[in-house]
């Protein structure tokens, strides 16, 4: 591999390598290595266990209301081959990979390859630096998959999503206040509003002051652009 090769990569990664053999070797397919074992399937192995790590880490970090099968679930979506592709093909990996021409289309290699490429490269990227370095290699790639994933599957979750929103981008928390409420004390409605860095976003009603809060975050998502939708979700 030449050295603009390396120095393309090595940028598009944000990471600079000590030992170079590394990053060849993660970019390495088997359609094109003398054998198996000097092709990337090594490093994919150990890269998908250091990603599935990382985003473990973040999930139990972010909100001590997540529980097991929930983190679980998120887990699943994050650290999928289609959301390696994805951030793959947002690193423009595909370009330079060593890959056979056989596996080449005109629109580059089959995404399995390219996921695969980024698992290999974020083992090779644990093993040069370590656990903090990969950290740092992931992280960025990852929060606001599972920002969307908490708030897409997890609409349970709309207080946390929000707060995790909040304090990545403001450093702070929202503030959550009771409103109104309506009715007998056998079938009372609650409405509650959040404010953020003195915004004020839209109420929610709820039966229950937990929903309404649930409500009103899901509104301030919506209005923060977080959340795409028409105000239809259920919480």
Excluded at 66 to 75: A, R, V, Y
Excluded at 126 to 151: Q, T, V
Excluded at 212 to 229: S, T
Aim: hydrophobic share 40%; with cysteine; charged share 20%.
């Amino acid at each position: 591999m030449d050295q603009a090769t390396v120095d393309k990569c090595q940028a598009m990664t944000g990471y600079t390598f000590s030992d170079v053999s590394l990053l060849e070797l993660a970019l390495t397919h088997a359609s094109v290595a003398s054998s198996r074992v000097q092709s990337n399937e090594r490093l994919e192995f150990l890269g998908d266990s250091v990603l599935a790590l990382v985003v473990c880490e973040e999930l139990y970090g972010r909100s001590d209301e997540l529980l097991e099968g929930e983190m679980t679930k998120i887990k699943s979506s994050v650290v999928s081959g289609h959301t390696c592709a994805e951030i793959a093909a947002e690193m423009g990996l595909s370009d330079l990979g060593m890959i056979s021409k056989g596996l080449q289309s005109s629109d580059g290699p089959p995404p399995s390859v390219t996921a695969a490429m980024l698992e290999a490269i974020i083992g090779a990227v644990f093993l040069d630096g370590g656990l903090a370095a990969a950290r740092s290699f992931i992280r960025p790639k990852i929060r606001i998959r599972i920002e969307n994933a908490m708030a897409t599957e997890h609409q349970d979750n709309y207080k946390s999503v929000l707060q995790q929103h909040s304090q990545r981008r403001w450093g702070i928390t929202p503030t959550y206040q009771l409103l109104d409420e309506k009715g007998p004390d056998h079938r009372k409605a609650f409405e509650v509003a959040i404010t953020i860095q003195g915004v004020h976003y839209p109420s929610g009603w709820g039966r229950t002051k937990k929903q309404a809060e649930q409500a009103a975050a899901l509104r301030a998502l919506m209005e923060l652009g977080v959340i795409q939708g028409d105000g239809s979700h259920e919480v």
